[in-house]
Structure formats: structure tokens, C-alpha cells
């Protein structure tokens, strides 16, 4: 007999008029103005005066009777029929019920069975999804038989459609793990999901390694279970994962995302036992209490006061001393320990103040003295959002006076992470050096500390706060010499870049008169492009090279980039003697495009002028349109906080001159924008210069020159 069914799955699809601007892909102005002008748009089917919801199928229909319906993509569309449902809570469940067609077609499809083939119209009843799933996992087949409705309703029966043909497009797995994307990203408004990111989760299996067992015992939606299953079935070897997970819905998708991995490895002939995943709280319900997993990873819920602190004050779990009430993390941490093989180790992502809040420092100071706890590291902010702070990751270890290093502690600062050195390049080269025989420190990065030096009245776990960056060089005394030289000659240039002037009593520039540059757009002389806007589908695009404000006030190569699908069209391209103008400012700064940039797209808040060259100079405009004046004319009154201007130049005038003066002006006004450029290189390299200067005279790999050898100024 199957429970009593959920009705989260029977509710009609209504949206709202913010659903109805994106299924159009317009703003929400339009939708109200859609409402006025059109008798026959669809009146409201609930919601309030103010706030009205509408019949989905209405509203589409209308939407393509009007050809204004958009034409997005399989993925979309199905995201879009999972999103219809509201609370946060049914879209969970449908999420799961889309998760449990996939997993079966995938399963039918690795069988060699053409029944029901991904993409087709024949949708299988409900008992008949959950006895197929109840052949791979009983305990999966319950979470899906709780939320399944006795029969498919129109609503469901057509987001079933849309995700088999998704199926069909990208495979089975592909799509869940889109539609699970797409759900833990809109997930922070809908029901509190903070997901572990793959950067990070990489991160922690670096630290982790590889092991038959591997444990989540706060899994979330299994994001870290299940790179770890991806990880070991690409290397060849067999894993067993197990969760446990306080959220029913959450563990439906972990369970389903673990077996899809799962199936990958039965196909590829990988002797690895199903996943297994239990439902409740991990302290005060442990579903696993005998599990000892050679691997253990979480990113269990911080700062949850109400843990069961009075309800476990003689749990045998607290080897290292009862934690204080306002420290749930260190009864995380020690859960980890109580499931931890001998040979294992147990990676747990936390909040910094657990490294140094008075009330923890003495189960600190016994997981550090006994050897439990092995490395601390500092990861870099924003790595784990919607938290804004770095997080740390703690590394334990079953105490054995054996390992390598086994009374020291490691500390890593990945703070210190670039594009050139990502965090787990960094976390893993100073892991492997530390379990190594020949530990070899990093000053600044990574360093092995003696636990004697941590066992004082603090016991201050901070990485930052034992791996001074002061000793960190980056660059040697030599090359600090070099640069000083460098630095010499730049200064030199700077001189040469500024133009030959002479006071002028009579300039022609003085009498000149002015035309209109508007007028002279009116005429064809001068042209003004913008760039174009952008399809907000979210169809497959491809990626297009375009300038940014910042490429044009420094002369470089475009830097940014946009995503344009088949139907948008090409923006305007930079040919040779193009001028660039920031459409926003404190100051008018064109430029004529550099060589680096012709062929380039404009982005967004830039303006292009095309001048014609047989009656204009391109730097002459650039030069003179840029006139501190020129702002009182040009600028119009800004939205932005910090008092930028909005430049329009069809309001500026420019002097009318013979193009040989121009071309002469032209010049001077090119040396200063190389002056400009070159000033802004010198003022970065001259701070770049002091800073590793000060560093090296710190640490004493430089000393003070005496008067004698001084340079002469």
C-alpha cells in the first residue's frame, strides 16, 4: 500500500507578472502594458489586486497567439515548469519526481531497453516508476512513492515531457545536474540551500584522498558525495558513499544524484556497492553509529545552538572534552573523529571564529595535543556564498604517534590563491609536502608548527595569525634592484611622451569656430554607435570578445566578454581611427581605438565615434572633446552615488580647422595620451617598487646604502 500522496504536485501552474516578463523575455513594464492595451489578455486567476497571478496555460497560450511567446530552449522550459510550483517545498518534490523519470530512463538505457526511450510521449504511471525504482533502492523508492500523486496531472504530466526530452538532448544525468543547478542557485530565496561549490568541495577531497568508505553526515544535497564518486570511478577504483541528511527532500536528491554516478560505474563494470542514505539528525539521531569510514567530509549548518547539548552531555562521542554550548562545531568535529577509521581522515568546513572563540580553546588544545587534528587552512572570502568571510577547513586524523610530523600542525593560508595558483593547487602541494618525510615550508603560505607553540591561554588555530606575510618575498633582492633601474628609465620615457609646446599669443585653435556635433552627425561626418543589448535567453550562446571601460582608458586588448545567441546580431565592431568615449565620468576621456582594439566589440557604457578622416582627425577630436570644459555642456545630472556624470556628445561642438592644423594637434593630443598612460604605469610600479623595497629591507636581504654608493639623484 502507497502513503497517502503529497498534493504539491495537483495545484494548477499559475505566474505571476514577473513569470510572465521572463517567459517573454521583456521587462515587467511591458507585461502591464500588455494587460491594458489587450482585451483579451487573460484575467487574473488568484493572487491580489496588487500583486495578481495567472493561468499558466492561458498565459502561454496567449503569449504565442501574440508572438511574443520566447523562444527558449529545452532547459529552460523545464527548469520553468519546475519553478511554477510554489512553496519552496513542492518544487523539491518535483525536483525529486524529475529526478526519478531520469534515473529510470538511464537505467532502462544502460539494460539495452528500448521501452519508454528518453524523449518519447509514453510517460510511465506512477506505480510503475516507483516498482522499477524499488528494484535498484527501496529505501529511494519510498522518498519518491511519498511525494508521487496516484496519477499524473496535466501540469506534472507536461514538466515530465519537457525533462524526458531534455534527457533525450543532454542524457539523463546531464540534465538532473542542470535542473539541480538551477535549483541550489535560485535556492538561497526559495528554502535556505547554501550548496557546497565545486571549488571548494575540490578543495576539501584534495585534502581528503581516497578511500572504500566515504561519509557525509550532513550531505545537503551531496554535492561533495558525489564529486567524490565521480573522482573514484575516473581513477578506476570503488567506493561505497554513505550520508545522512536531516532534510527528507534534500536526501531524496542526494540519493538520486549518488545513484546516477552509481549506474555510470555498474555500466562501466566497477564492483561498487549502491549509496546509502539515512534520514535525521546527525547528533542526536546517528543513523550510521557504527560506521567507521576511511574518508569523512562536511559542511554542516554553523552556529545551531539548539544541538542537544543538555541531551548529550555523556555521549561517548566526546573524546576531547564536552563541547560548550555556544560551540556545535566542535560536536561536529568530534562526530567526524567517532566515525573515522584508524587510517582515515576526516575533512570539515568551518567558521573562523571556531579557531579562536574563548569557550572552545580547551577541546582545541586536546585535539591539537593529542595529534587529531593536523592542518587548519585559511580559504580565500567569497569562495563559499552567500558568506562573504573566508572560511577554514579543519583536517583530522586517528592520533598515531607515527605519521610524519605527528606533533606538528599544519597551517595553510589559500588567501593567498591567484589566477596563476588556485586554492587547491596551493592546499594540496603544502598537504603533500607535509605528509611527506621532507616537509619543506613556504614563509608566508604554508607552515608545520611545533603544538607546543599553540598550547598557551589562546590557542589560537587563525593560519594568518602564525604565517607573518611580512617574510613572504615575492621577489628577489636582485630583481628588486633590477626594477629600481627599470623604474629609472620608465620615469625618463614619462619625460619624452609630453609634447613640444611654447606659449602661443595668436593659436588658431583661440579664433576657431565651432560646429555642432550633432549637426555634423545630421550631416554623415561623424557617426555614434553604442553597443547593442542582449538576448536574456538562456539558450546556448557563445562567447564574444567585447571592450570595457577600463580597456579604454588604458589602450589595451579587450578584456570582457558577452554571451550572444543565433538571433542577437553583431555589435559594432572598432575599425582604425574609431574614438572611444566613456558614457559615464567624472571627466571626458576619449581615445582613439589603438591597433590592439580595431576588430573588437564595444561593451556596455562605452561610445564610439566614427569620424570621416578626409575632413576630420581622429586625435584632434579625441583631443579636443575631452576639454575640461567641455563637462558644464556635455554632462547631465547622474543616478550614480558617487556624482559621475553622464556624457551625451551630440551636445558638445568642436572647432572647425584645416586638416593639416588638426593633424598637428592630433599629434600633441596623442603624446598626451600616451603621457597619461605611461604616468598611470609609473604610479603603479613606483608603489608596486616601495612595497618590495620595504619588504626586503624588513626581512634583511637588503641593507642601507652608504653615502658613498649612493646613486646621485
Known amino acids: 500500500m502507497r502513503k497517502a500522496r503529497s498534493t504539491a504536485a495537483s495545484s494548477e501552474a499559475t505566474l505571476t507578472a514577473s513569470d510572465i516578463a521572463r517567459l517573454a523575455n521583456v521587462g515587467r513594464a511591458a507585461v502591464s502594458n500588455w494587460r491594458r492595451r489587450y482585451a483579451d489578455f487573460p484575467a487574473p486567476a488568484g493572487g491580489t489586486p496588487a500583486s495578481p497571478s495567472f493561468d499558466a496555460g492561458e498565459i502561454t497560450d496567449w503569449l504565442r497567439r501574440h508572438g511574443r511567446l520566447h523562444q527558449a530552449g529545452t532547459a529552460h522550459w523545464a527548469w520553468r515548469h519546475i519553478e511554477s510550483h510554489q512553496p519552496a517545498s513542492q518544487i523539491s518534490d518535483v525536483l525529486g519526481i524529475a529526478g526519478a523519470l531520469l534515473l529510470v530512463r538511464a537505467d532502462r538505457a544502460g539494460q539495452g531497453s528500448n521501452q519508454a526511450a528518453p524523449g518519447s510521449n509514453d510517460l510511465p504511471t506512477p506505480g510503475q516508476l516507483v516498482d522499477h525504482l524499488r528494484t535498484l533502492d527501496p529505501g529511494l523508492a519510498t522518498l519518491i512513492d511519498d511525494v508521487l500523486p496516484r496519477q499524473w496531472t496535466p501540469q506534472l504530466a507536461t514538466l515530465l515531457h519537457t525533462v524526458d526530452e531534455l534527457g533525450s538532448e543532454q542524457g539523463a544525468e546531464a540534465a538532473f545536474e542542470h535542473l539541480h543547478h538551477r535549483y541550489v542557485t535560485s535556492a538561497h530565496s526559495l528554502s535556505g540551500l547554501a550548496g557546497t561549490p565545486d571549488a571548494v568541495a575540490d578543495v576539501m577531497l584534495t585534502l581528503a584522498g581516497s578511500g572504500a568508505h566515504v561519509f557525509d553526515f550532513a550531505s545537503g544535497t551531496g554535492s561533495i558525495l558525489r564529486m567524490a564518486a565521480d573522482r573514484a570511478l575516473r581513477d578506476g577504483t570503488a567506493i561505497r558513499c554513505y ?18 554516478v552509481h549506474l555510470r560505474a555498474r555500466q562501466a563494470r566497477h564492483d561498487a556497492e549502491p549509496p546509502v542514505v539515512h534520514i535525521g539528525d546527525s547528533l542526536l539521531a546517528d543513523g550510521l553509529p557504527d560506521l567507521r569510514a576511511e574518508v569523512v567530509v562536511a559542511n554542516f549548518p554553523f552556529g545551531v545552538h539548539d544541538w542537544g547539548h543538555d541531551r548529550l552531555a555523556y555521549d561517548p562521542r566526546w573524546t576531547y572534552g564536552l563541547p560548550p554550548r555556544t560551540e556545535p562545531e566542535l560536536a561536529w568535529v568530534q562526530h567526524a573523529m567517532a566515525h573515522l577509521s584508524p587510517s582515515g581522515t576526516a575533512v570539515v568546513l568551518m567558521p573562523p571564529a571556531a579557531a579562536s572563540r574563548p569557550a572552545g580553546r580547551r577541546v582545541r588544545a586536546e585535539l591539537i595535543r593529542h595529534g587529531a587534528l593536523r592542518a587548519v587552512v585559511a580559504l580565500p572570502a567569497g569562495m563559499m556564498p552567500p558568506a562573504g568571510i573566508g572560511l577554514h577547513i579543519w583536517v583530522l586524523a586517528q592520533p598515531d604517534p607515527h605519521r610524519p610530523h605527528a606533533g606538528e600542525l599544519l597551517m595553510v593560508d589559500a588567501t593567498t590563491a591567484s589566477a596563476d595558483r588556485p586554492p587547491n593547487e596551493i592546499v594540496g602541494s603544502a598537504w603533500d609536502s607535509y605528509r611527506s618525510d621532507q616537509y619543506t615550508e613556504l614563509p608566508g603560505v604554508h607552515r608545520a608548527l611545533p603544538v607546543i607553540d599553540l598550547l598557551d591561554d589562546q590557542v589560537d588555530l587563525t593560519p594568518q595569525r602564525h604565517l607573518p606575510q611580512g617574510n613572504a618575498l615575492a621577489i628577489s633582492p636582485a630583481q628588486v634592484l633590477a626594477g629600481i633601474a627599470d623604474f629609472g628609465k620608465l620615469l625618463d620615457r614619462l619625460k619624452r611622451t609630453l609634447p613640444a609646446v611654447q606659449e602661443a599669443p595668436e593659436a588658431p ?34 562567447s564574444t570578445a567585447v571592450l570595457t571601460v ?44 589603438t591597433a590592439d582594439q580595431v576588430g573588437a566589440e564595444i561593451g556596455p557604457g562605452i561610445q564610439l565615434l566614427r569620424v570621416d578622416t578626409t575632413r576630420f582627425d581622429p586625435w584632434f577630436v579625441a583631443g579636443v572633446i575631452s576639454r575640461t570644459d567641455n563637462l558644464r555642456v556635455a554632462g547631465r545630472a547622474s543616478s550614480t552615488a558617487n556624482g559621475a556624470l553622464r556624457i551625451d556628445v551630440r551636445r558638445l561642438t568642436i572647432p572647425v580647422l584645416p586638416l593639416h592644423q588638426q593633424q598637428a594637434y592630433g599629434q600633441a593630443f596623442r603624446q598626451l595620451a600616451e603621457f597619461r598612460n605611461t604616468l598611470e604605469q609609473a604610479a603603479a610600479a613606483g ?23 649612493a646613486r646621485p639623484a
Not at 243 to 252: G, H, K, T, V
Not at 687 to 709: C, F, H, K, Q, Y
Open 550 to 593: 577600463a580597456d579604454v582608458l588604458s589602450g589595451g586588448p579587450a578584456t570582457g566578454s558577452t554571451a550572444r545567441t543565433a538571433a542577437d546580431g553583431s555589435g559594432p565592431e572598432v575599425l582604425p581611427g574609431d574614438v572611444l568615449i566613456p558614457a559615464i565620468g567624472h571627466t571626458i576621456s576619449a581615445r582613439v581605438a
Open 687 to 709: 608603489a608596486a617598487l616601495a612595497r618590495e623595497v620595504g619588504d626586503n629591507l624588513v626581512v634583511g636581504t637588503l641593507g642601507i646604502a652608504s653615502p658613498s654608493s
Open 243 to 260: 550520508a545522512q541528511e536531516i532534510n527528507p527532500q534534500y536526501a531524496m536528491i542526494t540519493l538520486l544524484r549518488l545513484w546516477f
Open 509 to 542: 585653435l583661440r579664433e576657431a569656430p565651432q560646429a555642432d556635433i550633432a549637426d555634423l552627425i545630421r550631416s554623415g561626418s561623424i557617426t555614434v554607435h553604442r553597443a547593442v543589448s542582449r538576448s536574456r535567453s538562456t539558450a546556448a550562446a557563445a
